[in-house]
């Protein structure tokens, strides 16, 4: 009658998206440092990237986000390095202490660094960064 159904519904989708948003953020961050890690962000780990957050339900809803998080990062990596690796781990260090979404973010990173047909010494290295960062030990995931 009032639409408080509708409403409610919307409340939950919007709560929802805030509990997760910080572990899409941080799948695309780890992603774009994992790409960059060789000095070449190539279209098939970008595509990985993208495939990630778009073929998994509770990460789709930042589609549009995720592609701006995927600018936002690519642009600071290509200004200014060191400022994007700092800011970059500090957005995977937010997720640490979510297991789960910890662990997602690092499989995520290892299927975008295996995205152009394996892992690198430099991409191996940015990903024990990674998982430093999230609290985990990379030879669990691999």
């Given at each position: 009658?009032?639409?408080?159904?509708?409403k409610?519904?919307?409340?939950?989708?919007?709560?929802?998206?805030?509990?997760?948003?910080?572990?899409?953020?941080?799948?695309?961050?780890?992603?774009?440092?994992?790409?960059?890690?060789?000095?070449?962000?190539?279209?098939?780990?970008?595509?990985?990237?993208?495939?990630?957050?778009?073929?998994?339900?509770?990460?789709?809803?930042?589609?549009?986000?995720?592609?701006?998080?995927?600018?936002?990062?690519?642009?600071?990596?290509?200004?200014?390095?060191?400022?994007?690796?700092?800011?970059?781990?500090?957005?995977?260090?937010a997720?640490?202490?979510?297991?789960?979404?910890?662990?997602?973010?690092?499989?995520?990173?290892?299927?975008?660094?295996?995205?152009?047909?394996?892992?690198?010494?430099?991409?191996?290295?940015?990903?024990?960064?990674?998982?430093?960062?999230?609290?985990?030990?990379?030879k669990?995931?691999?």
């Amino acid at each position: 009658m009032f639409g408080w159904g509708k409403k409610a519904k919307n409340v939950v989708i919007e709560l929802n998206k805030a509990e997760h948003r910080p572990i899409a953020r941080a799948i695309v961050a780890a992603g774009v440092y994992i790409a960059a890690a060789d000095g070449n962000i190539e279209d098939s780990e970008v595509n990985t990237l993208r495939s990630v957050i778009a073929n998994n339900k509770t990460l789709a809803p930042f589609v549009p986000e995720a592609n701006d998080w995927t600018n936002e990062f690519t642009s600071l990596i290509q200004s200014s390095p060191r400022t994007a690796r700092l800011e970059i781990l500090r957005v995977v260090e937010a997720v640490r202490n979510d297991r789960d979404g910890a662990q997602n973010v690092l499989v995520a990173a290892l299927d975008i660094a295996d995205a152009n047909g394996g892992i690198g010494d430099d991409e191996r290295s940015a990903l024990t960064k990674v998982a430093e960062a999230l609290g985990l030990n990379l030879k669990d995931y691999e």
